[in-house]
Nanobody
Framework: QVQLVESGGGSVQAGGSLRLSCAAS????????MAWFRQAPGKEREGVAA???????TYADSVKGRLTISVDNAKNSLFLQMNGLKPEDTAMYYC????????????????WGRGTQVTVSS
């Protein structure tokens, strides 16, 4: 049974930092493309960042230079370092996994966590 469990969310002021974690079980992060998606209230879920088994990454334009995705295959865990946070980053953040090359195409992702809330105040 595949499980993805996110942690590390919280409330910060604009300009602050958070580090999200996603612990995977039932799959190996070393063989999958792993990603972070987010959904703000009243908005559609959107891709934030992804990293594939070759270490290739892709980011949404809105987060480039501020958020960094990484994976620790020894710990079977995915991370998202979030610096320079803005109020518009406020959302529920979800970890997801799929086979294949790096992308942020949401329907391709077969496995999802339940999310961790990030709130950024101005």
């Amino acid at each position: 049974q595949v499980q993805l469990v996110e942690s590390g969310g919280g409330s910060v002021q604009a300009g602050g930092s958070l580090r999200l974690s996603c612990a995977a079980s039932g799959i190996r992060t070393s063989t999958r493309c792993m990603a972070w998606f987010r959904q703000a209230p009243g908005k559609e879920r959107e891709g934030v960042a992804a990293i594939d088994s070759e270490g290739r990454t892709t980011y949404a334009d809105s987060v480039k230079g501020r958020l960094t995705i990484s994976v620790d295959n020894a710990k079977n865990s995915l991370f998202l370092q979030m610096n320079g946070l803005k109020p518009e980053d406020t959302a529920m953040y979800y970890c997801a996994a799929k086979w294949g090359a790096v992308s942020l195409v949401m329907p391709d992702y077969a496995y999802w966590g339940r999310g961790t809330q990030v709130t950024v105040s101005s």
